[in-house]
T-cell receptor, first 117, second 114 residues
Framework: AQKITQTQPGMFVQEKEAVTLDCTYD???????LFWYKQPSSGEMIFLIY??????QNATEGRYSLNFQKARKSANLVISASQLGDSAMYFC??????????????FGKGTKLSVKP | DTEVTQTPKHLVMGMTNKKSLKCEQH?????MYWYKQKAKKPPELMFV???????INESVPSRFSPECPNSSLLNLHLHALQPEDSALYLC?????????????FGDGTRLSIL
């Protein structure tokens, strides 16, 4: 069965520093997609970054980058130059099903990031 | 502002009431989703619509009734809910159910059952 593990329930980071949020996954599929979402206390789920299993380069989107280590089945999110507005819950998710046949997301339990001024 | 619009943002209802949650997107997406999220937990998938047809029902109780009137709209009809149904209800859409494109979420409806 496919599974996402986020081992850090909560993390603190100083403003302007970089932080890494861990995510490991388990799947027997060769084709899969990995996503990171941010959820502020207001509730909306904001898509941050995507990594495909066949992508050779690590994904980057502005201050967000994904450290993808396929052999280790890890997809850690790196946030550079943290800002106070980065304080939120962060979810790692994987698209379910062989060849994306289901297309549904499996979520990890999330990591609550707090940025200190 | 999100491109998926959910109304209302907050809803308080009694256990005998009937209400509906509404979700709208104009991104041309053909897959739409309903999730339920309890506090400090990840979202749990409830229903998936693909090309306006119900594709997945994750064994959701019949007091929740989804409806997809057209490719842009998704409703969730609520009737005789229980206090444990109090949660954040999130709607999402994606290009297609099986694509690598991300799901885009709305702001959610915070539902409280009295």
């Amino acid at each position: 069965a496919q599974k996402i593990t986020q081992t850090q329930p909560g993390m603190f980071v100083q403003e302007k520093e970089a932080v890494t949020l861990d995510c490991t996954y388990d799947t027997s599929d060769q084709s899969y997609g990995l996503f990171w979402y941010k959820q502020p206390s207001s509730g909306e789920m904001i898509f941050l970054i995507y990594q495909g299993s066949y992508d050779e380069q690590n994904a980057t989107e502005g201050r967000y980058s994904l450290n993808f280590q396929k052999a280790r089945k890890s997809a850690n999110l790196v946030i550079s130059a943290s800002q106070l507005g980065d304080s939120a819950m962060y979810f790692c998710a994987m698209r379910e099903g062989p060849q994306g046949s289901q297309g549904n997301l499996i979520f990890g339990k999330g990591t609550k990031l707090s940025v200190k001024p | 502002d999100t491109e998926v619009t959910q109304t209302p943002k907050h809803l308080v209802m009694g256990m005998t009431n009937k209400k509906s949650l509404k979700c709208e997107q104009h991104m041309g997406h053909r897959a739409m989703y309903w999730y339920k999220q309890k506090a400090k937990k990840p979202p749990e998938l409830m229903f998936v619509y693909s090309y306006e047809k119900l594709s997945i029902n994750e064994s959701v109780p019949s007091r929740f009734s989804p409806e997809c009137p057209n490719s842009s709209l998704l409703n969730l009809h609520l009737h005789a809910l229980q206090p444990e149904d109090s949660a954040l209800y999130l709607c999402a859409s994606s290009h297609r159910q099986t694509s690598n494109q991300p799901q885009h979420f709305g702001d959610g409806t915070r539902l409280s059952i009295l």
